[in-house]
């Protein structure tokens, strides 16, 4: 249903009828009220039978319902993130190309790269690979060999000989149902997903019989895969996923979300955030299953137990704590010849969770990650925590103009830093060290991201010219052609060589060149008093003659990245761009820094503004620029505050020279 189609966004081929869409619009993205999340997410859990805890006493149960609204919360959590995106789209599908609506949800889970989830068409919701990836058993499974898979991923249907593992096959794949296909060498990881167009359930036989099984909807390579806010490509599919191959339908995910036991009842004012424990992610099972990391100077570990049935305020709180004295024990070893042991006073509250806790968080599991949140402490935000440490006498805090409070001192020898003993910590490929997990605290507090492909890239521009037709004789004298690209050097080259072979330079001044038919036509039109004083010498200086050349010829650019060569790269018509930084006023007396024009230079814009707002230690937000074409949009980085030298070293790291960037200052009314 979504192959791939070149210049557009985001795009829809409707193989329904076999035909092809031939109008595709598709609207930006705006983010889902925390209302609206709950209510789709809602409707997911109706349409796919997904049920939740019920509560024994009959607090919390109206009118007769005996749903738990915390385990719906934790549910809605995992199929819909908080930070979830919409936008609608119109296209084209049949043989009378009746147009279809229909919107695409965007989200992912905290610190990673947003991806669609969900695509719903005349009022119903298909999961995206994604989803299921992340969500095992909430569609029926269905098997095939993997030469069956690869037609399946070029948009054909699967036929019912070509299903594998039955029968019996599970009860849910009725007709008209949503599947999820896999091939037999992957058997856990969804590839495809389609719906039933016979009950395949009541199958007794496939061999033999002819027909469509299941028609292909979306799968891993298409469009939907592909889409990314940052212009990246889709996600690799994992190896194998825990909780599809052993389970038929819902039953595994029916099992641990009967076990969940939660804490919290604030799922209206929090979105649905949840404190997850024992059903649907075991921490102590996953700190068996996965690697860690050890702390600094080689000391014992504390063992951090998370494994009890239910996180309560308190658990939470001690969490949190530890996690912040991790951070500064951490800063305080790795930085130990630094007076402030790697950090630049004064920290906003932001950059003091973001960087000073939660990469210290031993977290395992994205649900792990929906608990431990800050919401879910006793300070409740991360004001409060810090004057909890001021409080303790840890640290010194002041409050700024708007409430917003800043760190400007931290007492390192208390000996609650000076004796902490660190505790083990996740990988960072276990849970991203982005996304607010454990085990990236070296690399969040250095402000790098690891998923990041323009750091220490190696950039070079090189300007091309194309000279007109009327040039073609001066060219002819080099075998060269007027349809060529060529450097400054090479025109020069040519020129010269027509010079000599012509013998046009001037026997009383070698400097001086004889004008020719040729030369006079093709260079000097006699349009301008210049051109005709140098036809009325009949002679001009040869630098002269060779700028004019260059002036006449239409410019291209080339951006050489790495060990890239010139024949291979694309050139591009015009002048080279340049990266636009923009220090502008808002709301009275603050300033924010502004950037776009970064995607020319191989860098994406998502991952350089997780970058600054850590090196910054200020808010970002990452957004379509004003005015830039919804079929190739322009994203603009926006950093608070006067960020300009701090973006400049950014980009240099990624092979940015400064004279590619334009810095225009409007606080001070002139460009720099």
């Not at 008209?176 to 896999?182: D, F, M, P, R």
């Not at 917003?404 to 020898?413: H, S, Y």
């Not at 050349?549 to 239409?554: A, G, I, P, Q």
Request: proline fraction near 6%; hydrophobic fraction near 35%.
């Amino acid at each position: 249903m979504f192959k791939k189609k070149p210049n557009v966004e985001i795009h829809w081929l409707m193989v329904q009828h076999n035909c092809p869409l031939t109008e595709n619009q598709i609207k930006a993205l705006a983010p889902l009220r925390s209302s609206d999340r709950r209510r789709i997410a809602d409707q997911i859990i109706a349409e796919y039978g997904i049920e939740v805890p019920a509560q024994g006493s009959g607090e919390g149960q109206e009118n007769g319902s005996n749903t738990s609204t915390i385990g719906v919360g934790a549910i809605r959590n995992s199929l819909l993130p908080e930070n979830s995106q919409s936008a609608r789209f119109t296209t084209t599908a049949g043989k009378d190309l009746k147009k279809v609506s229909g919107t695409v949800y965007v989200g992912a889970p905290p610190g990673q790269e947003q991806r669609i989830l969900w695509i719903k068409l005349e009022e119903r919701l298909l999961p995206t690979v994604y989803t299921l990836w992340r969500n095992p058993g909430i569609v029926a499974l269905l098997h095939t060999p993997d030469v069956v898979l690869q037609k399946l991923r070029g948009g054909a249907d699967l036929m019912t000989p070509g299903l594998a593992r039955g029968p019996p096959f599970p009860t849910s794949a009725t007709k008209g149902s949503i599947v999820a296909i896999v091939s037999l060498e992957k058997p856990s990881v969804p590839i495809v997903v389609g719906i039933c167009e016979i009950d395949v359930a009541s199958l007794r036989e496939v061999r033999g019989v002819k027909g469509h099984a299941v028609r292909g909807e979306h799968w891993d390579g298409d469009e939907i895969w592909a889409w990314s806010q940052a212009g990246g490509s889709g996600e690799q599919a994992p190896e194998a996923i825990d909780g599809w191959e052993n389970q038929d339908g819902l039953d595994d995910l029916k099992k641990q979300v009967s076990q969940t036991t939660v804490t919290d009842s604030d799922d209206e004012h929090d979105g649905g955030g949840v404190a997850v424990a024992n059903g649907l992610a075991t921490p102590s099972k996953a700190l068996k299953q996965k690697g860690f990391v050890e702390g600094e100077d080689g000391r014992p570990f504390e063992e951090i137990e998370l494994d009890q049935k239910e996180y309560s305020t308190k658990d939470i709180d001690d969490v949190f704590w530890k996690a912040f004295l991790y951070g500064l024990h951490h800063h305080r070893n790795a930085n130990k010849s630094d007076p402030h042991h790697g950090l630049n006073f004064p920290i906003n509250q932001s950059a003091v969770i973001s960087n000073l806790v939660l990469p210290f968080l031993p977290i395992t599991t994205s649900q792990q990650a929906a608990s431990l949140n800050i919401k879910k402490t006793s300070w409740k935000n991360a004001k409060k925590f810090i004057k909890a440490f001021d409080k303790a006498k840890l640290l010194k805090s002041k409050d700024r103009d708007g409430g917003e409070c800043v760190v400007l001192d931290i007492d390192w020898e208390d000996d609650s830093i000076t004796s902490f003993m660190p505790y083990k910590l996740p990988k960072k490929d276990t849970v991203s060290a982005e996304s607010g997990g454990g085990g990236g605290g070296k690399v969040i507090s250095a402000g790098i991201s690891p998923s990041d492909p323009s750091i220490g890239q190696k950039l070079s521009k090189v300007d091309l010219y194309k000279p007109r037709e009327q040039l073609g004789p001066i060219l002819a004298a080099s075998d060269a052609s007027h349809h060529g690209l060529y450097l400054p050097a090479e025109l020069r080259s040519i020129v010269i060589s027509y010079i000599e072979s012509e013998k046009l330079i001037s026997e009383t001044n070698k400097r001086l060149v004889n004008l020719d038919p040729v030369l006079a036509n093709a260079v000097f039109d006699g349009s301008s008093a210049l051109d005709r004083e140098v036809l009325a010498k009949g002679n001009v200086p040869r630098d002269a003659l060779i700028d004019r050349v260059l002036k006449s010829c239409s410019p291209f650019w080339v951006l050489l990245r790495n060990d890239e060569t010139r024949d291979k790269a694309k050139a591009h018509a015009g002048r080279a761009p340049k990266i636009s930084i923009t220090l502008e006023t808002r709301s009275g007396n603050k300033t924010v820094t502004k950037l776009s024009g970064v995607e020319s230079f191989y860098i994406p814009p998502q991952a350089l503004a997780e970058e600054l707002q850590k090196t910054c230690a200020s808010s970002t937000g990452v957004g379509q620029m004003a005015g830039s074409s919804p079929k190739k949009p322009v994203m603009e980085v926006m950093v608070q505050g006067p960020q300009k030298d701090a973006v400049i070293k950014a980009l240099e790291k990624r092979g940015v020279s400064r004279q590619w960037v334009e810095v225009n200052d409007k606080t001070k009314g002139k460009k720099k």
